[in-house]
């Protein structure tokens, strides 16, 4: 049975109409960054805390961390340009500039500093952050909808 | 007659033919001055407002060709755009992005809707208007099962920002600062205190020209034939009930799209309202602009949101200043903008028996003439 070109058309469009939705689910994700600057240890190994530096993450304007600082940063996409900036213990400044990628189904991520200075990996900088604290949308017990002559038939 | 006899008669014609937009000049011009706002936050204003009107005023013209009337189904694709946006939004997709998806998303969920609406508007020819009018309610009524009571145990929602604290459900209001007026701030152009958003403009200018194009296609053509005359464009070939369907699927996409551009600006989202009084608007807003049940053009699409707009801009402080009382300006827009389609369709009921005694009369003397 010979396929109509109409259908053929049809079908690729709804095609790239999904492909264009899987594109943008791709490029348009956010993420939280929780930019730590906070002594760590890795493998057994201490990193100590920066004394004063600067992040910019994706060429936002640079944040100044000092020991035990975390923000938080959002960013869009999987691929990003980090940049630190801070003064060593021989007062000499430095900057790191690295690209990451997050996972496309993280939503927050813990970014230690201290390790991005010393050099690790991702995977070791950047971590799966689960947010432990109760919000005040979470300790609200009740939300009252606001009923009009569409919503009053049903009991919320 | 004379040359000023025949001038006054076309001034004459002139008010016959465009009551509401006349009626619209002279409630501005009687505001303006008396809200006390300048001109340039009145010309900022109004940018803001065709930017986010337009695309869903203009979604209406398409059932107007085919005959259709005022399309208040466009509700439906204000629906699926809305619910487009809570998935983004619960997605974490943002900026530009958040809105193409949020449209990509919109498409099946219109076009399906849209489809349900042609069908049963295809059994209801000539009550077309308050049917659609009727259906939105119903579909309304649907959406909010699916948002209140669907929306968490069966489609999967996460953000607790979004779910309702007993675990289910869409709180009252969505927020869309992630993505808002992401559209209007790519190479906005600032005039003094006037910012002019080129992409929205852009992308209403480009829909303009479709539309254009849309009319001299088959399928435009074929509208336009099922508009004039059903039972001729059947007798031509034409597929009427198949082309009536399809306005009014492109109607519903348009509407979503331009609800996700005109809740974009907004920057939140009214989950149980947005959509409720949007069908009412905008169809106030083309009437306004000298729009009738069945004729519309893009002409009118601008000349009623910059006149309707400015009403709502001025009336509120209007009323202020007149009376002290900021909710008089508050009521007198909702009060007018029914009062205008209600008009709007005396008029046109009005017109059209004119134009049947007048063409009964010419009808009667032909058949004197002939004896």
Known sequence: MKIPRRLWLRAAAVVLLILIGVLMFFIGRQHSILVDNKTIEIDGVTYKALDLCEVSIDGSAPEELVPRDRIQVNVMGQSHKLVVTYTDEFWEEKRVEIRFRTPVFEEMMLMSIPAVANGLSVDKFLTHFESQAITVDQIEQGETISIDDDTAAFDI | MSGKKIKQNKVFQLIRNNPVPIMFVIICVICIPLSGYSAGYLISEIITRIVRNSFLIISLLIPIMAGMGLNFGMT????????????????????????????????????????????????????????????????????????????????????????????????????????????????????????????????????????????????????????????????????????????????????????????????????????????????????????????????????????????????????????????????????????????????YESKKRRAGTLTGRKLADAQEDDK
């Open chain 2, 76 to 347: 439906l694709g204000a629906m699926a755009g809305e619910i487009g946006l809570i998935l983004v939004s619960d997605w974490q997709v943002v900026g530009i992005p958040g809105v193409v998806l949020a449209m990509i998303i919109s498409i099946p969920i219109s076009v399906l809707l849209g489809w349900f609406c042609g069908k049963i508007l295809n059994l209801a020819k000539g009550r077309e208007m308050v049917t659609s009018y009727i259906i939105s309610y119903f579909i309304s009524g649907v959406y909010q099962l699916i948002v209140l009571y669907a929306m968490g145990p069966i489609i999967p929602i996460k953000h607790s920002s979004l779910v309702l604290p007993r675990g289910y459900g869409i709180r009252n209001t969505v927020n869309l600062l992630s993505m808002r007026q992401c559209l209007d701030n790519i190479l906005a152009i600032r005039i003094g205190t006037i910012s002019i958003p080129i992409v929205p403009f852009l992308i209403i200018a480009v829909l303009c020209f479709i539309m254009v194009w849309f009319r001299k296609t088959k399928l435009g053509q074929d509208m336009r034939a099922v508009g004039q005359d059903m039972e001729v464009a059947r007798a031509a070939g034409i597929k009427v009930e198949k082309t009536r369907i399809l306005s009014i699927i492109i109607s519903t996409v348009l509407a979503g799209f331009g609800m996700v551009i005109y809740l974009q600006n907004m920057g939140t989202l009214n989950t149980y309202n947005s959509h409720t009084q949007i069908g009412m608007f905008c169809i106030a807003a083309l009437l306004v602009g000298g729009a009738s049940v069945d004729k519309a053009s893009i002409g009118n699409v601008f000349l009623g949101v910059i006149l309707f707009h400015l009403m709502f801009i001025v009336a509120p402080k209007a009323g202020m200043n007149l009376i002290g009382q900021a909710q008089l300006g508050e009521y007198f827009r909702v009060f007018v903008s029914y009062a205008v389609i209600t008009l709007a369709l005396v008029l």
